[in-house]
């Protein structure tokens, strides 16, 4: 495999581990519930007027925002969430011993849900970093290294 291509279905990869490890961050704020695509909308639209305050984004580059937002949503979607995950781990261990070809066709189909929804997320993503003005690039840069944070919040 080509080390441009592994970097970044690598990075893909990471983003909706990362995308889930928030929506279940989410469920537990809300009593270990899963969240429904109503909840989700709300936290998209929250995130996206977040961030457009804080990188002062034009009324176009907030309309790509979302559309990634939409994007690492399909994938959390194929991916499957938090509650599947679980549930399919647990049939990995349910009986006497670890059903090492199911977690291998486990591992295969994410790899491939991740493979076939990576190419919308990176053009979702390059069109949305495209659109932002250099100093709006340096902020991004510069939110995604501290985590968003600035400062403590007790």
């Not at 591992?107 to 991740?114: F, I, L, N």
């Not at 069109?127 to 944070?149: N, V, W």
């Amino acid at each position: 495999m080509r080390p441009w291509l592994r970097r970044t279905l690598i990075g893909v990869f990471g983003a909706s581990l990362l995308a889930t490890a928030f929506a279940a961050g989410a469920c537990y704020r809300h009593r270990w519930t899963a969240m429904s695509d109503a909840d989700l909308a709300k936290v998209q639209t929250r995130v996206v007027d977040h961030l457009g305050r804080r990188l002062d984004l034009d009324e176009a580059q907030k309309a790509r925002l979302s559309t990634l937002g939409d994007q690492l949503r399909a994938q959390r979607q194929a991916f499957g969430g938090p509650g599947a995950m679980r549930s399919e781990i647990a049939s990995l261990v349910a009986g006497p011993s670890f059903d090492r070809a199911k977690a291998q066709s486990l591992v295969e189909a994410k790899t491939a849900a991740v493979g076939s929804a990576s190419p919308a997320l990176i053009a979702a993503f390059g069109d949305f970093f495209d659109s932002l003005r250099p100093e709006q690039q340096a902020k991004l840069r510069e939110l995604m290294i501290r985590g968003g944070h600035h400062g403590w919040r007790g």
